[in-house]
């Protein structure tokens, strides 16, 4: 199996799946170039999520808390949020 670094990940939804696409940010791509695209269920999706938090947690009560920038925007959920 091919292990990869990512520093940018945007995603695709619609009523039948959610697709993650994983890719690194560089000068010249504001979003960073795909590397590869991992889709998935709803259901598996939410679970994913439960396990990032899980994982989250513990590494913040092990070595603190993961600073994130004031100015962060989840710009996906604010779009959903408005419908």
């Known amino acids: 199996m091919e292990s990869i ?5 945007s995603s695709e939804v619609n009523i039948y ?9 560089n000068e010249s791509s504001e979003f960073g170039d795909p590397l590869a695209r991992v889709y998935m269920s709803p259901q598996h999706a939410k679970v994913l999520s439960k396990i990032l938090a899980q994982n989250i ?3 913040e009560q092990k070595f603190g808390t993961i600073p994130l920038p004031d100015d962060l925007k989840f710009d996906i959920l604010e779009k959903v949020l408005e419908k």
């Open 5 to 9: 670094y990512t520093n940018s990940i």
């Open 17 to 25: 799946d959610i697709c993650l696409v994983f890719g690194l940010r």
């Open 57 to 59: 947690e513990v590494y």
